[in-house]
T-cell receptor, first 111, second 113 residues
Framework: EDQVTQSPEALRLQEGESSSLNCSYT??????LFWYRQDPGKGPEFLFT???AGEEKEKERLKATLTKKESFLHITAPKPEDSATYLC????????????FGSGTQLTVLP | KAGVTQTPRYLIKTRGQQVTLSCSPI?????VSWYQQTPGQGLQFLFE???????NKGNFPGRFSGRQFSNSRSEMNVSTLELGDSALYLC????????????FGPGTRLLVL
């Protein structure tokens, strides 16, 4: 059974204080790993897709990396508007487009 | 390009009733997936439709069903509602090829009393 574990569950940072969120996964053949951002009461907003170990992608203050067992979402010099829940999901080979999600990391960036 | 739209946005029902939720995918997207999000269980996969055919189904009872139309719009139905069905129901669309991104709609918030 595919499993995704995210840590920490919650993270409070001061504005400008860089940090990383972790996503550990167990999947029977990884087709893709996805990062989403979700604001309260809204649907998840797509951030990144990673397909193979060693791959990295960046967007503004965010950088996602992937190894064979985990992914990291690095947040550099965060701003209060980066406050949200960050979700990690995996898509396994042979599962069509079914995503298995982690429980998320709730990030709060204080001004 | 317009995003995924879901209607209605909010819904209140009573136990035993049934409900139908609607999803319009991004133009050109042929795959629609449905997810249930609750505080206790997080985001869980319900089912996926591609070219009007159900391709995959999650671990939910038969009370949960769906369909897709020729224009790729999709509906999901929940019959005999239970209190535990209260959740945010999310629809996601993708082009339909393998190994590609799903884009989510704003969701329908269902409250069962």
């Amino acid at each position: 059974e595919d499993q995704v574990t995210q840590s920490p569950e919650a993270l409070r940072l001061q504005e400008g204080e860089s940090s990383s969120l972790n996503c550990s996964y167990t999947v029977s053949g990884l087709r893709g790993l996805f990062w989403y951002r979700q604001d309260p009461g809204k649907g998840p907003e797509f951030l990144f897709t990673l397909y193979s170990a060693g791959e990295e992608k960046e967007k503004e203050r965010l950088k996602a990396t992937l190894t064979k067992k985990e992914s990291f979402l690095h947040i550099t010099a965060p701003k209060p508007e980066d406050s949200a829940t960050y979700l990690c999901a995996v898509q396994a080979r042979g599962s069509a487009r079914q995503l298995t999600f982690g429980s998320g990391t709730q990030l709060t960036v204080l001004p | 390009k317009a995003g995924v739209t879901q209607t209605p946005r909010y819904l209140i029902k009573t136990r035993g009733q049934q409900v139908t939720l609607s999803c319009s995918p991004i133009s050109g997207h042929r795959s629609v997936s449905w997810y249930q999000q609750t505080p206790g269980q997080g985001l869980q996969f319900l089912f996926e439709y591609f070219s009007e055919t159900q391709r995959n189904k999650g671990n939910f009872p038969g009370r949960f069903s769906g369909r897709q139309f020729s224009n790729s719009r999709s509906e999901m139905n929940v019959s005999t509602l239970e209190l535990g069905d209260s959740a945010l129901y999310l629809c996601a669309s993708s082009l339909g090829a393998s190994q590609e991104t799903q884009y989510f709609g704003p969701g329908t918030r269902l409250l069962v009393l």
